[in-house]
């Protein structure tokens, strides 16, 4: 290279290096909405109804926050999606909060735990999320874990494989006021649990613990909400780190991806024959209501035709009983007249036979008187 093209070339890197210079300086200083590269991790929150799933999400977020009161039903009745961003670790967590398995409902029937997985999953496959980090599933400390346990873990292996036990984990909900001791002797007893040692080979992660601050204490303004802040804090950390570390994720092939998706429209297709026997059975009930308001309409009007002819029958009957004592009324008195006429005819043939007797002796004496005349 001549000496000319070293000058310019050394000038030309110079000028590049000092324009660079100037805007990185710039950029630093005034440059707005600056990017950077992150890590995605995709946790599930799986577990039975009211055993803290949402409450996790809101600890990760904040561990100060109070979560609402307890109710018997389920807070969260379809999947939910939410992100958050970790701003020391540059991590964003995607937690996917599913719906409680074996949810009771009005009609009196459960949520199937299949059903509710794949909600999960599918809505997980409809943002593009094709694969977990971290599956956390619940068990309240107050309930423990039974028979409905093993059955969504079964579930949830049938349909994802044995692979997922490599990012399955178990969360103890409720323990915002267990200290170490007791947190150790709650997993001695899990690992003496019948129900737990089905499924303890499952969570390869671990058993963690969770909790929030009480809602009773925080209404009373309670000092034991510090110790529960600090525990849950730890509680915390510990999910967090624990969700960070986890760089081998657990994929979702297509094959599953394209089951699920086929068996929730299977599900849907179930949903809207439900919806239509539910139509045809409200219509059902509505015209059984609109009989039995004819029946009921048609029964009294009976009823009052049967007062009424009630009424008349003893009308009858008693028309009858005063016809009949007028019967007798009027053959008593048809017995007098003709006991007054025969009394009235006695008198009659006595006057009559009297009359004939005082003839007799009047003649009689007529004739004494003649007789005595003619003497």
């Not at 303004?221 to 730890?234: A, C, F, V």
């Not at 039995?292 to 009424?311: G, P």
């Amino acid at each position: 290279m001549s000496l000319r093209e070293t000058v310019n070339s050394v000038d030309t890197n110079a000028k590049r290096q000092a324009c660079m210079e100037l805007i990185n300086e710039d950029y630093n200083k005034l440059g707005q909405y600056k990017m950077g590269e992150v890590q995605s991790r995709n946790i599930m929150i799986i577990g039975r109804t009211r055993t803290g799933k949402s409450t996790i999400k809101l600890l990760l977020m904040d561990p100060r926050n109070v979560p609402d009161e307890m109710t018997l039903k389920s807070g969260t009745k379809d999947p939910q999606f939410q992100t958050f961003h970790i701003q020391q670790q540059e991590v964003v967590l995607n937690i996917i909060d599913t719906p409680g398995l074996f949810e009771r409902s009005n009609v009196e029937s459960d949520i199937r735990p299949d059903e509710a997985i794949l909600k999960g999953i599918q809505l997980c496959a409809n943002m593009e999320i094709t694969k977990f980090h971290a599956i956390c599933f619940c068990v309240a400390l107050t309930s423990g874990i039974n028979a409905q346990d093993v059955e969504a873990i079964e579930k949830l292996i049938a349909f994802l494989g044995d692979e997922i036990m490599n990012n399955s984990c178990l969360v103890i909900t409720h323990c915002e006021s267990k200290d170490e001791e007791q947190r150790n002797r709650l997993k001695l007893e899990l690992e003496q649990d019948t129900f737990f040692k089905k499924i303890n080979p499952f969570f390869k992660l671990g058993v963690y613990f969770s909790g929030s601050l009480n809602s009773d204490d925080y209404k009373h303004g309670n000092e034991s909400l510090k110790n529960q802040y600090l525990t849950i804090s730890d509680y915390r950390k510990k999910l967090l780190d624990l969700f960070i570390k986890i760089e081998k994720p657990f994929p979702i092939s297509e094959m599953i991806i394209s089951q699920i998706r086929q068996a929730n429209d299977s599900v849907e297709q179930k949903t809207v024959q439900l919806e239509d026997e539910k139509q045809k059975n409200d219509e059902l009930q509505s015209r059984i209501k609109e009989l039995q308001e004819k029946y009921l309409k048609e029964k009294c009007l009976a009823d009052d035709l049967r007062v009424k002819y009630e009424q008349q029958e003893r009308l009858v009957t008693d028309s009858r009983v005063t016809h009949g004592q007028r019967e007798g009324q009027l053959k008593n008195l048809q017995e007098k007249l003709q006991q007054k006429d025969n009394i009235i005819k006695r008198r009659e043939k006595c006057q009559a036979q009297l009359g004939n007797d005082l003839k007799k002796i009047i003649e009689m004496e007529e004739h004494q008187t003649k007789k005595l005349e003619d003497n």
